[in-house]
């Protein structure tokens, strides 16, 4: 299985700070890297699929990049709702296995 | 637009087998492959595997010896069985879609449309 870990686990920021979330994968992944956020007692929610393509709907201020090992989620000017929990998620082979997740939390 | 719900029991005695379904409005299950991915309690998500709408699935190799992914087309559906479950298969259970987007002949998949998950507890 490909381990997929994050960094930090979580952080404080506040808003309006530009934010960033790395995720490094134990073996290339390509860029077959997909980006969630989860808001408490809700499902996830695509951000960003093939490590750089945002998902229909989603503000412009989420960015990704990366490809092989090492990949990074940015926020680029963090807003209220933008508080919640990121997982990074590798498709390149099966299983699929996600970051233990970054808790974005408020400073 | 395409959504999902998850239903079946919330609570599940040990040793016995978790049954869910996952039942897909404003869209045909056809011509997609549909995940199942759970989230013990304050942890991190984990998948369990994927069907396609023909039946071919797809499993996770930690949970493949309990668990079973089928469809039923006619009833735009999908389930779940897990069977001999412990108290480590507590959790929230989530279906979701896996999207697909092709840019130069490379095939990128992600997870596009989510159930709102059901929670199912494992105790006696």
């Known amino acids: 299985d490909i381990q997929m870990t994050q960094s930090p686990s979580s952080l404080s920021a506040s808003v309006g700070d530009r934010v960033t979330i790395t995720c490094r994968a134990s073996q290339t992944t390509s860029s077959y890297l997909n980006w969630y956020q989860q808001k408490p007692g809700k499902a996830p929610k695509l951000l960003i699929y093939g490590a750089s393509t945002l998902q229909s709907g989603v503000p412009s201020r989420f960015s990704g990049s990366g490809s092989g090992t090492d990949f990074t989620l940015t926020i680029s000017s963090l807003q209220p709702e933008d508080f919640a929990t990121y997982y990074c998620?590798?498709?390149?082979?099966?299983?699929?296995?996600f970051g233990q997740g970054t808790k974005v939390e408020i400073k | 637009q395409v959504q999902l719900q998850e239903s079946g029991p919330g609570l599940v005695k040990p040793s016995e087998t978790l049954s869910l379904t996952c039942s897909v409005s404003g869209g045909s299950i056809s011509s997609y492959y549909w995940s199942w991915i759970r989230q013990p309690p304050g942890k991190g998500l984990e998948w369990i595997g994927y069907?396609?709408?023909?039946?071919?699935?797809n499993y996770n190799p930690s949970l493949k010896s309990r668990v079973t992914i089928s469809v039923d087309t006619s009833k735009n559906q999908l389930s779940l069985k897990l069977r001999s479950v412990t108290a480590a298969d507590t959790a929230v259970y989530y279906c979701?879609?896996?999207?697909?987007?092709?840019?130069?002949?490379?095939?990128?998949?992600?997870?596009?449309?989510w159930g709102k998950g059901t929670t199912v507890t494992v105790s006696s």
């Open positions: 979701a879609r896996r999207g697909v987007v092709v840019v130069d002949a490379t095939y990128y998949y992600y997870m596009d449309v």
């Open positions: 069907i396609y709408y023909s039946g071919s699935t």
């Open positions: 998620q590798q498709s390149y082979s099966i299983p699929w296995t």
